[in-house]
């Protein structure tokens, strides 16, 4: 079992920036995917960016260049440095790790608003 906690969410205003936190504890070890997934009013959940266990990452195309994705495994967080913000990423984003077994496991998410 994997337990995720994220933080850094907020209100924040177009073209402003956050950094999103999130930390692992438990079967850490186990860890090979990290990832930040968000959902938007009515919207499905959506893939933002992910890294591996070697560093390898990966973006959605409307994020590219906005948005940094990094892991620390000393402290087993995941951080995702999120600039330039716009009012479509607004959504709830969620941490998701999957281990080498391929179980996925999910935080409760934190709320990001970016007013126009």
């Known amino acids: 079992q994997v337990h995720l906690v994220e933080s850094g969410g907020g209100l924040v205003q177009t073209g402003g920036s956050l950094r999103l936190s999130c930390t692992a504890s438990?079967?850490?070890?186990?860890?090979?995917?990290m990832g930040w997934y968000r959902q938007g009013p009515g919207k499905g959940r959506e893939l933002v960016a992910d890294?591996?266990?070697?560093?390898?990452?990966k973006y959605k195309d409307s994020v590219k260049g906005r948005f940094t994705i990094s892991r620390d495994g000393a402290k087993n967080t995941m951080y995702l440095q999120m600039t330039e913000l716009k009012p479509e990423d607004t959504a709830l984003y969620l941490c998701?790790?999957?281990?080498?077994?391929?179980?996925?496991?999910w935080g409760q998410g934190t709320q990001v608003t970016v007013s126009s």
């Open positions: 998701n790790v999957e281990d080498y077994d391929d179980d996925n496991y």
């Open positions: 438990g079967n850490i070890g186990s860890i090979n995917y």
């Open positions: 890294i591996s266990s070697t560093g390898v990452t």
